[in-house]
């Protein structure tokens, strides 16, 4: 091969690397963007269903202790069950609260039974990203 076309062989394979590693580097790049943005979806997620679950658990102690603000109560179940995609914390929320009336309609043993049957239904959804 004539030593001119060196040159121009070399700056072909180093044009050709360059845009290869660039294409490469960009996939990589938009890759792990793509899951940082996942995880912070899933973070943020997490975090209002535990504000979520929190807040129906004040709501319900609340309601307990005074037997009034059955609407917050209610408010809360029903933030609770959107947040959730489990049957069995939506059951859990759920009874957590009176089916009518104030939730004097039960004694201090099932309130805090309900509360730990919340507790333990909601758990999984909580930690399963740590």
Request: aromatic letters at 4%.
């Amino acid at each position: 091969m004539p030593e001119r076309w060196m040159p121009l062989l070399a700056a072909t394979v180093g044009l050709l690397g360059g845009v290869g590693g660039a294409y490469i580097g960009g996939v990589v790049a938009i890759k792990e963007q793509q899951e940082r943005f996942e995880n912070e979806q899933r973070t943020e997620t997490r975090n209002l269903r535990i504000n979520a679950y929190v807040d129906l658990l004040m709501a319900c102690e609340t309601t307990f202790d005074t037997g009034q603000r059955v609407g917050d109560l209610r408010a809360a179940q029903a933030r609770a069950s959107l947040m959730t995609s489990s049957n069995e914390v939506q059951k859990a929320a759920d009874a957590l609260g009176p089916v009518d009336g104030a939730c004097g309609d039960i004694d201090d043993d099932e309130h805090v039974s309900a509360q730990q049957r919340f507790v333990d239904a909601a758990k999984p959804e909580v930690t399963a990203d740590e």
